[in-house]
Structure formats: C-alpha cells, structure tokens
C-alpha cells in the first residue's frame, strides 16, 4: 500500500490542542477526511429523499406561479382583503421572510466577528438560507399591489412620468435595506465559497472542473491569496453587520413610522430584530436537523451546536416575550385610549386566538430550553423549531391584521379572513424556497470546509511541536 | 498543476461587469426616450370621416372663427365638446352646400346620425382632466393642442405625458395669459409675463397648481 492510498489518521496527542477547547467536529475527522464527507455529498450519487423533497418543493414552485398568474390576471380582488385590512398576507408573509433570513448574516457576520468557532458548522447553508428567504421576501413587495409591470416604480429609473420613489416613506426605505442585505449576504456567502469551489474543481474533471473553476476564480490557495481572502471576508463581516439590525428596523418603521394604534410605538425596530433573529434560528434549527440527519452530517453538526443554537433561541425567545410584556405595560402606561384598547383588542377581540397561538409558540415554547437535557434532545428542538416559525409568522399576522381591523373608527372595522389564495401564495413560498435550497443542497458544499477545517487542532501552526506530538 | 482557462480569462469579468452596467444604461435609456409619449404619441393624426380644415376655419389670415364657435363646452365644463353636426350646417347649408367634402355633414343631419369624428387628445379614464379649470386659470388652448390654426389635419402637438403635465404644474408662470387671449393662437408672452403671472395668480386667487398624486388621480 502505497503512502498516498493510507487514511491520514488523527495524531492521538492532537485531540487536546484547541486551547483546552472540546473539539468541534467529532468522530475523528482529519482534513482529509472532512474533504471527502462534504464533497462527496454533491459528488456522490443523490439520495432518494432528496428527489422525494424536491418533487415537492417544485410542485410548490409551480402553486406559486399559478397563484402569482391568477392574481396577476384578476388582481388583488383575489385575496381577503378588505377595506380597513389592505395589509394582508402579503406584508405578513414579506415580512416573514425577511425575518428568517436574519438567521444567516447573524451567524456568518456577528458570530464571526466575536470568535465563535462553532459558527462553521452551521454558516454556509445559514447564509444561504438567507439569500433564499431574501429571495422569498422580496417577491412579496413586488407582487403584494397586484400589478407586476409597475414593480420598477420602487427603483429610481428614469421614466417619462416624472415619478420618483418617495423618499420620506419607509416603504422605500424597505426595498434599500432589503436590497442592501441581500447583495452583502449574497456576496458574502460567494466569498466565503470560493475555497470550497476550489476544492470541489481540484476533485473534477472536464466540464465539471471548468465550471466550478469558472465560479472558484482562479483559487489556488497560496499564502498571499489567503491573506487577501481573510481581509476581505473580514471587511464584509464589518460591513453586514450593521444590516443584521438595520434591515428589520427598516421594516419595523414601515409599521411603527404609521399612526396606527399597535404599530405606532418605538420599541418596534429592537423588538423586530430580536424576533428576526429568533424567527431565523428557528428556521436553521429545522433545516439544519433534516440536512444533517439526511446527509449523515452528524460530526460536524454537533449536538453540542445544536445546543449553543438552542441557546440564542432561549434569549431571543425571552426578548420577544419581554417585547410583548412591555407593549402591553407601555399601553397602559401611555394613558392613551386608542393604544390601550388596540392591545386588549389583541388579547381579548376578535383574534385572540391568533395572539395566543403566537404567544405560546414564541413565549412559552423557548423556555423549555432551560433544562439541559430539553435542549440536547433532537426530537425536541425540531418540535419546537417548528413551534417558533409557526409563532413568528402568526407575530407578523397579529401585528399586521389585528391593528388594521379595529383602527380609531368603530364603523369601520372589519374581520379579515384569508382567501384559498392567500394561503396558496404562502405555501407557494415555501416550494421557491426549498426548490432553491435544495438546489443548493444539491450542487454546492454545504458547510464551509475550509473554516471547519481551521477548527481542527492541526490548523494550530503548533500543534506538532506541543507535547504529544513531537513531529 | 495544469492551468484550467488560458490567461486572457482573467480579464473576462471586468469586460463582462462593465458590459453589464453598460448595457443597463443603454437599455434604461433607450426605453426612457423610445417608449415614451415624446416618441410615441406626439404627431398622431388620424383620418378624419369629413376632410375638416382647423387651417381654414381657424387661421387669423383665414375664416378666423373663435375656438369657442364649435368648442362650446371649454369655459364651463370638464370635455371642450365636439360641435354637433347642426353646428358645421349653421353655416354650410348656405356656404358651399353642394359640396362633395360635406356629403357625409349632409347626410349624418338627415338622418340623425352624428358623425364619428376620431378623438386626437386621449388622456387615460385614471386621469382626472377639466379644461374649464385651465382656461379659467389662463392657460391657452395652444399650450396643449399646439398650433391648430396652422393644421389641416389635426395632429397631436405635445405629448401630454404625465411628465409633461406635471413640469407645467410645477411652473406655471409662462403658459398663463390674460383672459382675452385664451383662444388667441398667435399670442406669446411678453417681455413682462413674469410680473404678468403674479399679478394674475394674485388676482385670480390661484394657489400653485396641484402637484399631489389626487390632483388628477382621484
């Protein structure tokens, strides 16, 4: 057996060396070995679920399109709105989304700036959920008046009507920082992929190694380019950080930035954020726990991750929970009618089921991470990432429907109830989504091996000449 | 290890980038100017049924018949009005009554049967347009419909865009003339119509013009 056909096996010595750490990835992976588990995922033959997923994600795809065709043919008239209720599923499901994809830039720009190795695991396809989750919101403006052909009217073009975005309304605002966020996030997710492209392009051959030798631009891994690489990936780390917080704040004033009683308070952006990420979490958690499971990832995606995740969605959990305690006591405390009754309204009218629904989902079901054992166990952090997207789609729906349906005017109030149109819109969503996602799953490495790989105690320069090791 | 691309590749993105951005502007700009009212509309001049000279009828070295003669409705109400055919037989049943051009006049008013003129100036059933709120404010029949004295066939003179609308809205001072020329196709503003403007705003009580989405989308 030729030196080159031997497995690399892990120096025993070497397992101590992360500065006392416990190692991140398990089951004594080596750089090597690492390589092969993660590209072998879209080298190899494609497991028979993925095929079962993505026969149902398109047939999702294709009910959005039918939905989108039908609404762009008859008009909004479609969907349940109504007079005081012109807000709908719609901005519900915009915002949604954009909520979700808070997740991505959280973990890949802030966790990185702070150090948090364990982000590796997780950041790739945190990031590139996303972009998908932009993707998904984005359509929701573009679509939510009905008309299509104008959508151009939010981007300042120059056109014979003289008509410019108005740039004291936070609806443009909106498509800045949602616009904003999505070109860093997605070029962020694209530099970090470029070492894996290239790893991918060394394992290929002919036109496969020419494409994704198109897409890794020319890596080849030399010191200087790792230098050049690490700046810039740092820079744009600086740079999305500020959007984590920006972009839900923008679209928390287009409620907050209104007179409505419930949507006109000033705790909205921070609490937005909070819930963003929350929401965001929530969403890797599931995706991370099928993926992982489906792929085998189990020694790279930890429990001891899964934990540390389940960890932000208690204090993210908490802080929603504190926003809502605090709504409530700032109503009461305003001395102001409109505002006290819009949150009774919310509790006790005609949609407390949807505010209770929210409130358990979001308030309660976190804090079953408080016991150690809850928070290590896969069937119940799926359970209750399921529970925290259910509760922060019906947040936004409280939000959105409850204020709008009982504003200053008794005579004017009406219930809203969705159309099957609506609900096709937002399942639709889910089938772009996860068309794209495993698309992704599917043709691109899943985790960044490069950054979990300098995890590994034999990224240390020292690691061979510390006791143990003496090589 | 073997190179995958030959060197000049690594210019290839910025060529491509710049082509991009390049034709991005050039798109943007091309639809800006061609799909415009200025491209498309401006100069439309449909056949009418009776060959109708506004040259002849109208002209000051002509006939020299005030607008107002047919277009009735101009001062009072939203639609300056198309003349009934009673209206051109005021005149034509002595004036040329045997003429072939007015063959169809004569028999739209013997059997009733108005005659189907071809509407020129369209403003889309989304605008709100009143003509009496702009001859009461003085502005000119030519500012909009151009030089109908000097048409045989009438054109379309000006875009009527909403862009256009909207730039003599914003600045009005130099469409507005004293009340008396409302219909004069030959007038232009004088040396003073600044001060002119003001002091006809002043006395006519306008405020600036409606530059507000509901002005004329209502």
Redesign the interface.
């Known amino acids: 057996m030729s030196i080159l056909n031997k497995k690399p096996e892990r120096d025993p010595g070497a397992a101590e060396a992360v500065a006392g750490d416990e190692l991140l990835v398990t089951g004594g992976h080596t750089f090597s070995s690492l390589t092969d588990k993660v590209s072998g995922i879209v080298e190899k033959k494609t497991p028979q679920q993925w095929y079962l997923l993505f026969a149902m994600a398109v047939s999702g795809l294709m009910v959005l399109l039918g939905s989108i065709g039908w609404l762009v043919w008859e008009g909004t008239g479609i969907w349940g709105l109504n007079n005081p209720v012109g807000w709908g599923w719609a901005i519900v499901n915009f915002v949604f989304w954009v909520g979700i994809g808070h997740a991505g830039t959280l973990i890949s720009a802030i966790l990185f700036l702070l150090r948090q190795q364990w982000r590796t695991a997780i950041n790739r396809f945190a990031e590139a959920m996303t972009i998908f989750a932009v993707i998904c919101a984005l359509m929701f403006p573009g679509i939510h008046v009905g008309r299509v052909w104008l959508a151009y009217y939010m981007f300042p073009i120059p056109n014979q009507m003289l008509i410019w975005p108005n740039f004291r309304s936070p609806l443009l605002w909106d498509i800045f920082a949602v616009v904003t966020y999505f070109t860093v996030s997605t070029l962020f997710w694209y530099v970090g992929l470029i070492p894996d492209l290239a790893t991918l392009r060394d394992r290929a051959k002919n036109l496969r190694k020419k494409v994704l030798g198109l897409f890794a631009l020319g890596w080849r891994g030399g010191n200087r380019q790792w230098q050049h690489y690490e700046k810039a990936y740092l820079m744009l780390a600086g740079l999305a950080t500020p959007l984590v917080l920006s972009v839900h704040s923008v679209v928390a004033t287009d409620f907050a930035t209104s007179l409505i009683p419930g949507w006109h308070t000033t705790i909205f952006p921070p609490y937005f954020v909070a819930g963003a990420v929350f929401s965001g979490f929530g969403m890797v958690m599931t995706l991370a726990l099928i993926a992982r499971k489906i792929y085998g990832l189990q020694d790279i995606i930890t429990l001891n991750h899964l934990e540390k995740m389940n960890k932000i969605i208690l204090v993210t959990g908490s802080m929603v929970g504190y926003s809502y305690i605090m709504e409530f006591f700032i109503a009461w405390y305003s001395g102001n009618e409109f505002e006290y009754f819009a949150f009774i309204n919310r509790a006790l009218g005609p949609y407390a089921w949807a505010y209770w629904i929210m409130f358990l989902c979001n308030v309660i079901t976190p804090q079953i991470f408080w016991f150690k054992k809850l928070r290590r166990s896969i069937p119940v952090m799926f359970v209750a990432s399921i529970f925290v997207n259910i509760g922060m789609w019906f947040e936004r729906f409280v939000i959105t429907v409850t204020s709008l349906s009982r504003d200053f005017l008794p005579s004017s109030w009406d219930y809203y109830t969705p159309s099957i149109w609506d609900m096709l819109t937002f399942i639709g969503s889910f089938g772009l989504f996860f068309t794209f996602f495993l698309l992704f799953l599917r043709f691109l490495p899943m985790v960044a091996l490069a950054e979990v790989k300098g995890t590994l105690p034999e990224a240390d320069p020292h690691n061979y000449h510390k006791e143990g090791g003496d090589k | ?1 073997a190179q ?2 030959p060197q000049w590749t ?1 210019k290839a ?1 910025f060529v491509v980038l710049a082509g991009v951005g390049f034709s991005l502007v050039v798109v ?2 091309l639809v ?1 100017y061609y ?4 491209n498309t509309d401006v100069g439309y001049r449909p056949i009418q049924p009776v060959p109708y000279s506004h040259k002849l009828h109208a002209n000051i070295d002509s006939l020299s018949l005030d607008c107002r003669f047919c277009h009735t409705g101009v001062e009072t109400s939203p639609v300056a009005g198309i003349p009934p055919t009673q209206t051109c037989m005021n005149c034509h049943n002595m004036i040329k009554a045997d003429s072939d051009k007015l063959a169809l006049v004569r028999e739209s008013l013997k059997s009733g049967t108005p005659i189907a003129w071809v509407r020129v100036h369209k403003s889309p059933d989304y605008v709100y347009f009143d003509h009496s709120a702009h001859l009461t404010a003085g502005v000119g029949c030519a500012s909009c419909h151009g030089r109908i004295d000097e048409m045989e066939v009438v054109a379309q003179a000006k ?1 009527l ?4 609308c ?2 003599c809205h914003r600045n009005p001072d130099d469409h507005l003339r004293p009340a008396g020329e409302i219909t004069n196709m030959n007038w232009t503003p004088g040396a003073n119509q600044a001060e002119f403007a003001k002091k006809q705003k002043q006395f006519l009580d306008i405020q600036a013009p409606i530059t507000d989405c509901t002005g004329c989308h209502r």
């Open positions: 290890m995958i691309f690594n993105p943007v700009g800006w799909a415009s009212p200025w875009p865009s909403m862009g256009w909207l730039e």
